[in-house]
């Protein structure tokens, strides 16, 4: 069974352009969660989706976003980037509504300049 | 809330050695727990979890992890270490419960284990 994927990899964004990034989930999961990995603040949870509907979200400003497609495809997107925003950012899948273990893809490493 | 403390920031071992990589949770419900392992420019892999059942739970590759309750904790080991086996490790949690746990893994701040030949 293929993994979790993402894409893309990596990304150069400038201050205050917006960037969407894309998650793949493992073929049968329907939850999808989002991280953020910096070196200053460790991994930080985003926010999930489950059957399209965000069910949780961590404690980042309203500039982060992001929906899940019938397929259980994800997207995230962040408006307005800021220089903090540079990160690695992980998406992971689950299958019975994030309660369990999750499943990671590679990461997107966004730098913002 | 919950909160995950990975006691040690570094870990260096030389190969063959035994290793302990400890981590200690707090939280005012029950827990489900995660070791995950991250390479150099790599996501995370899950290393090994308890859910329930036996408070000690094994990995494919020699790593064991003891839930103990009592002392809200989740040790990693493992008894003789390979050069392969230097990564990143984190520890993570969830709640057992619903609401604000769905999809929320808690993670510690990670240990860096080093094995040196």
């Known amino acids: 069974k293929a993994g979790v994927t993402q894409t893309p990899r990596y990304l150069i964004k400038t201050r205050g352009q917006q960037v969407t990034l894309s998650c793949s989930p493992i073929?049968?999961?329907?939850?999808v969660s989002w991280y953020q990995q910096t070196p200053g603040q460790g991994l930080q949870f985003l926010f999930e989706?489950?059957?399209?509907?965000?069910?949780n979200k961590g404690n980042f400003p309203g500039r982060f976003s992001g929906r899940q497609f019938s397929n259980s495809r994800s997207e995230m997107n962040v408006s307005t980037l800021e220089l903090g925003d540079s990160a690695l950012y992980l998406c992971?899948?689950?299958?019975?509504?994030?309660?369990?273990?999750?499943?990671f893809g590679p990461g997107t490493r966004l730098t913002v300049t | 809330a919950q909160s995950v403390t990975q006691l040690d920031s570094q870990v260096p071992v030389f190969e063959e050695a035994p290793v302990e990589l400890r981590c200690n949770y707090s939280?005012?419900?029950?827990?489900?727990l995660f070791w995950y392992v991250q390479y150099p420019n790599q996501g995370l892999q899950l290393l090994l979890k308890?859910?329930?059942?036996?408070?000690l739970v094994e990995s494919i590759n020699g790593f064991e992890a003891e839930f103990n309750k009592s002392q809200t904790s989740f040790h990693l080991r493992k008894p003789s270490v390979h050069i392969s086996d230097t990564a990143e490790y984190f520890c993570?949690?969830?709640?057992?419960?619903?609401?604000?746990?769905?999809?929320?893994?808690?993670f510690g701040q990670g240990t860096i284990l080093t094995v040196h030949p």
């Open positions: 992971a899948s689950s299958t019975a509504a994030g309660r369990y273990e999750q499943y």
């Open positions: 073929s049968g999961h329907r939850s």
């Open positions: 989706y489950f059957s399209e509907t965000q069910r």
């Open positions: 939280s005012s419900v029950s827990v489900y």
């Open positions: 308890y859910l329930s059942g036996s408070t």
């Open positions: 993570a949690v969830t709640l057992n419960a619903g609401g604000t746990s769905y999809g929320k893994l808690t």
